[in-house]
């Protein structure tokens, strides 16, 4: 049974940069053809996809997030990370790490979710 686990800070001062960890259990970050994604949720508004790195170590992300997302890897400790810069309080979110199986978007495995509020 793989299991993802959020962690990080849950609050974040404008400007400055989130970062998030999602540790994975039960199945390698690196196994073919699996990809990694992170999918926030602001309040009151649906799930938006940030991007995701898949196991060759690729990674895509929402045009819209592009110039402020940033994710990476840790292979030894089974992590990957998320690093979202010059956040606003737009940016205020539950923020998911969550497994697809490489078929486009056909996710299986879901993180509980972590709260992460951006306010001076």
């Known amino acids: 049974q793989v299991q993802l686990q959020e962690s990080g800070p849950g609050l974040v001062k404008p400007s400055q940069t989130l970062s998030l960890t999602c540790t994975v259990s039960g199945g390698s970050i690196t196994t073919s053809y699996y990809a990694w994604n992170w999918i926030r949720q602001p309040p009151g508004k649906g799930l938006e996809w940030m991007g995701v790195i898949a196991y060759d170590e690729t990674t895509t992300y929402s045009p819209s997030l592009k110039s402020r997302t940033s994710i990476s890897r840790d292979t030894s400790k089974n992590q990957f990370s998320l690093q979202l810069s010059s956040v606003t309080p737009d940016d205020t979110a539950v923020y998911y790490c969550?497994?697809?199986?490489?078929?486009?978007?056909?996710?299986?495995?879901w993180g509980q979710g972590t709260q992460v509020t951006v306010s001076s």
């Open positions: 969550v497994r697809d199986t490489g078929s486009g978007y056909d996710f299986d495995y």
